[in-house]
T-cell receptor, first 113, second 112 residues
């Protein structure tokens, strides 16, 4: 079966711009989580969606937002980009029973210049 | 505050030996603990889950132990191979609608 698909794979943006990242979860997975990964901080939780509702949100500024559609696909948006937003953004999908583990996409590498 | 600590120094071992990685946590009451493998530029890959009421879990050459008194999990790879070289992450989830929180990972390097 297809894995978690994240698009685009790489992105270069200028400070002040905004960006939208997309995530298509595994079919049947209704829970989608987003993480930011940087060398210094590791994986930092951004938000989690389940059935189009945000269930949890991490400690990130309001410039970071997300949503989930009825087909479980999810998008995250970062407005007014800063240099520090350069990171690997990872999306993970899981079954309702998350004890089976998360399946991660390959991520979107965002570079802000 | 809540902390998940993994050794930040890379672990270098020889092929065939057993690799042991450590995950310590504070101020968590985890419902379960998971281990993931991550290769450079890729997303983490789920390996094993162990629940709070389990002491040990095995899968092929992998073994995980979980000591909720010591607040520690050990991850073992027996008969290690160069292909096992990667960063290994532990992740915890408290009970209820809490998130899965990751440690920063330990890099394992297996030399031939």
């Amino acid at each position: 079966k297809a894995g978690v698909t994240q698009t685009p794979r790489y992105l270069i943006k200028t400070r002040g711009q905004q960006v939208t990242l997309s995530c298509s979860p595994i079919s049947g997975h209704r829970s989608v989580s987003w993480y930011q990964q940087t060398p210094g901080q590791g994986l930092q939780f951004l938000f989690e969606y389940f059935s189009e509702t945000q269930r949890n949100k991490g400690n990130f500024p309001g410039r970071f937002s997300g949503r989930q559609f009825s087909n479980s696909r999810s998008e995250m948006n970062v407005s007014t980009l800063e240099l520090g937003d350069s990171a690997l953004y990872l999306c993970a999908s899981s079954l309702v029973d998350r004890s089976y583990g998360y399946t991660f996409g390959s991520g979107t590498r965002l570079t802000v210049v | 505050s809540q902390k998940i600590e993994q050794n930040s120094e890379a672990l270098n071992i020889q092929e065939g030996k057993t690799a042991t990685l450590t995950c310590n946590y504070t101020n968590y009451s985890p419902a379960y603990l998971q281990w993931y493998r991550q290769d450079p530029g890729r997303g983490p890959v789920f390996l094993l889950l162990i629940r709070e009421n389990e002491k040990e879990k095995r899968k092929e050459r992998l073994k995980v132990t979980f000591d909720t008194t010591l607040k520690q999990s050990l991850f073992h790879i027996t008969a290690s191979q160069p292909a096992d070289s990667a960063t290994y992450l532990c992740a915890l989830k408290n009970s209820g609608y809490s998130t899965l929180t990751f440690g920063k990972g330990t890099m394992l390097l297996v030399s031939p």
